[in-house]
């Protein structure tokens, strides 16, 4: 388990764009599992949308992407770097996302070759699923 702190060891985002809370595990290059507590507090709810807040599905995406990149940066050769969106691919949005829901993130990385890569990602909410697709992404 790694908490934000040692996260922000691994990917280089930070506050308030540090979309994961924990990591539950992961396998250097190859998954991870991440977790994401959406809270009222977040920094987005204010506008989208007022008396109905719903967690963007950007940002869901990026929650994700984020997930992913532990995966990435985790290996050796990565560290320090960064990993960019290359392409977001048959992203479907199933649910909402509220607030007080436990966000797992769950990205496997398919595809690997040189620097560029693709991740299946799925996002889920008590089970269910609330968003799904391929991730490309360029480390630099």
């Not at 992407?65 to 050769?77: D, M, N």
Request: proline residues 6%; contains cysteine.
């Amino acid at each position: 388990m790694l908490n934000k702190e040692e996260i922000k060891n691994i990917i280089p985002q930070r506050e308030p764009f540090l979309m994961i809370d924990e990591v539950e595990e992961y396998t250097p290059g190859e998954s991870c599992i991440a977790y994401k507590y959406v809270d009222e507090s977040e920094w987005y709810f204010k506008g989208h949308f007022p008396g109905n807040p719903i967690m963007p599905g950007v940002l869901i995406t990026e929650s994700l992407a984020q997930t992913g990149a532990v995966a990435i940066l985790s290996l050796e050769e990565n560290k320090g770097r960064n990993a960019l969106f290359g392409g977001i691919d048959k992203m479907k949005f199933k649910k909402m996302v509220k607030p007080g829901d436990k966000l797992k993130l769950e990205v496997k990385i398919m595809k690997k070759k040189g620097p560029i890569g693709i991740g299946e990602a799925v996002a889920t909410v008590d089970d269910k699923i609330v968003a799904k697709g391929e991730l490309t992404f360029a480390v630099v």
